[in-house]
């Protein structure tokens, strides 16, 4: 990306301090304004673009669910290729097309009953996930919480993922809890970690990703 001159943010009263780095960080962050010029709902969008350049994940016709999909950026991109997108959100979403949005909180118990009626009875083919967690600036705890959050989605995905179906979730640097980790790799024939361009380089975001689901037994 092109570099340009930064941008400095006058403190306002009643402005915490975080607030105000967050907003310096977005009015020079050059992927906030492409997305505005490309018309993508967030900056995420390129995450997922630049991932499925690398991975091949996104292909026309295929179910794709999108959990804590608000404002939308990965839930747009999957449509754009084609792919039937449902959105998962406890908040709302302005509409997008080709995408049916359901608000509810993917880790209650009927969630997956609930995606597979919307579904007709079929499962999907890619479960993907940018959630996180809000940050409380303590690292073990902040990392307890990511890992749980990536714990309920997998836990989810395998419910509806068809066979050789894949899973997408946002984690942290280090990777994937090694018991997660084996998990995955019992269920699914490849597990890889990876951290887009559009990623800030500060951030300790990586994404896990696993392609080529083995169903189990026990959900047949």
Not at 99 to 124: H, K, W
Request: charged share 25%; proline share 4%; with cysteine.
């Amino acid at each position: 990306m092109p570099t340009k001159k930064t941008k400095n943010v006058r403190t306002a009263k009643g402005r915490s301090t975080s607030s105000t780095k967050w907003l310096k960080r977005q009015i020079n962050d050059p992927y906030v304004a492409k997305a505005q010029a490309d018309g993508y709902r967030s900056r995420a969008a390129y995450k997922l673009i630049e991932m499925n350049e690398k991975l091949d994940l996104l292909h026309s016709g295929m179910s794709v669910i999108d959990l804590g999909a608000a404002p939308g950026g990965w839930s747009q991109i999957a449509a754009n290729h084609g792919c039937k997108v449902i959105a998962l959100d406890l908040l709302e979403m302005d509409p997008l097309p080709g995408v049916s949005f359901i608000r509810i909180d993917f880790s209650d118990d009927e969630a997956p009953g609930v995606l597979l009626d919307a579904l007709g009875g079929s499962g999907v083919d890619l479960v993907m996930s940018d959630m996180a967690p809000n940050t409380t600036g303590h690292k073990k705890t902040d990392h307890l919480r990511i890992i749980a959050l990536v714990e309920m989605a997998y836990d989810f995905a395998v419910q509806i993922l068809n066979s050789g179906g894949s899973f997408l979730a946002k984690v942290r640097q280090g990777g994937t809890e090694n018991e997660l980790l084996a998990q995955m790799k019992r269920d699914f024939k490849t597990v890889k970690h990876i951290k887009p361009p559009s990623s800030r380089q500060e951030s300790a975001e990586t994404y896990v990703i696993a392609q080529g689901f083995r169903r189990r037994e026990s959900l047949e």
